[in-house]
């Protein structure tokens, strides 16, 4: 898939700005009220502080600390997903066929889950529902079907095939330098910002901004990305947490709710949930098309998870909220090949 996002990337970047929070107590909090007005261990926010105004994904912070089961975030993602259901989702991923044979493992996802789990990924309570085990499904399905190499290899499996590959192949050799955003992203001499990591990022002004995040040069050394599975993961979680565009919400706001649809919104059938997951990372070049097979694609793989992990594929929802068939883009682009 190319990306063609180019122009619009090249404003959002720029314009992402700090939300504010839409801070609340712990005492409206059906799981806080035994805190005894402790800080939160993880986030270190004392009950019904103000919430920090953390770049981007500030408000999620809020979600993941303020409504966390007491004592408040002390939660972390290897209590419900453990090694041996990584190793189920992604069986074939060190066959002989993968490209990425030997790459990718348990311990590298947990690792760089780490760094966001404070800020919600994997971790959020909304109204006293869960939506960590969910959310990582959600996340890992749109990993499974980016990195999955089902097209070349013959088998019925398709779904078993996440985690194939950990580079996009880059066929027509563009450089994804974009000429507009070079004084504040330098490309460096010889190198090609082509899509890299569990979700890939694609051109330097992505590569810019998750360097800041994880304090890595990686517009200079964009290949570490590929060397590097913790740094994959990391850079596909950023993807995750992070607008795309200053008023858009981030995959994981329209995920766990904490996004909550305008009436403009409603119109256009952007209902919070898996469907809004595409959306966010796929707009138009996806969604508001009816059924299409990019579409179903992520889809089961987000169901076979599910089941895979204990969580249940009854668990999705219906399907207007599983697609985006219906909806309206978030960001319409002019391209149209996913
Ligand atoms: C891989 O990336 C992680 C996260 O950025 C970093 O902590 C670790 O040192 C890196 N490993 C190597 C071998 O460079
Ligand atoms: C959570 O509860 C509040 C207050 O009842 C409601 O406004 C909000 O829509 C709920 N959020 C979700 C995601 O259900
Ligand atoms: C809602 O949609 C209408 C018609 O497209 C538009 O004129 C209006 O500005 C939108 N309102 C908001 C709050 O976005």
Request: hydrophobic content about 35%; some cysteine; glycine content about 6%.
């Amino acid at each position: 898939m190319e990306y063609k996002y180019s122009v619009i990337l090249t404003k959002a970047l720029i314009l992402l700005v700090l939300v504010n929070c839409d801070h609340s107590t712990a005492a409206d909090l059906p799981h806080a009220q035994d805190r005894s007005g402790a800080p939160c261990v993880r986030c270190n926010i004392a009950p019904g502080a103000p919430c920090p105004k953390k770049k981007d994904y500030s408000r999620t912070s809020c979600v993941g600390c303020h409504t966390f089961k007491s004592p408040c975030c002390d939660g972390t993602v290897t209590d419900y997903f453990q090694s041996d259901q990584f190793e189920n989702l992604f069986s074939n991923r060190d066959s002989l066929e993968a490209h990425a044979k030997g790459f990718w493992d348990y311990h590298s996802f947990i690792t760089a889950s780490a760094h966001y789990q404070p800020y919600g990924f994997g971790t959020t309570y909304m109204n006293s529902t869960f939506f960590g085990s969910k959310e990582v499904a959600a996340f890992l399905a749109h990993v499974g079907t980016r990195t999955s190499c089902r097209n070349k290899v013959a088998t019925k499996e398709l779904l078993e095939w996440g985690l194939c590959y950990n580079k996009q192949m880059n066929s027509n050799s563009n450089n994804y330098c974009d000429e507009h955003n070079k004084n504040i992203y330098p490309c460096a001499p010889g190198v090609a910002y082509y899509g890299r990591g569990a979700l890939p990022i694609y051109w330097n002004y992505n590569y810019g901004e998750v360097s800041k995040d994880l304090k890595v040069d990686l517009l200079k050394h964009p290949e570490y990305i590929e060397q590097n599975a913790t740094l994959s993961f990391q850079v596909a979680i950023w993807r995750w947490m992070t607008p795309i565009m200053e008023h858009l919400p981030s995959a994981h706001d329209v995920f766990t709710g904490y996004w909550k649809p305008t009436k403009n919104d409603s119109l256009a059938k952007q209902v919070s949930g898996f469907g809004a997951t595409i959306n966010v990372l796929y707009g138009d070049l996806v969604c508001g098309q009816g059924d299409n097979e990019f579409m179903n694609n992520i889809i089961s793989h987000y169901l076979y998870y599910l089941d895979l992990m204990g969580v249940g594929r009854e668990e999705a929802g219906p399907y207007e909220v599983l697609s985006c068939a219906e909806q309206v883009a978030f960001n319409p682009t002019t391209s149209s090949s996913p």
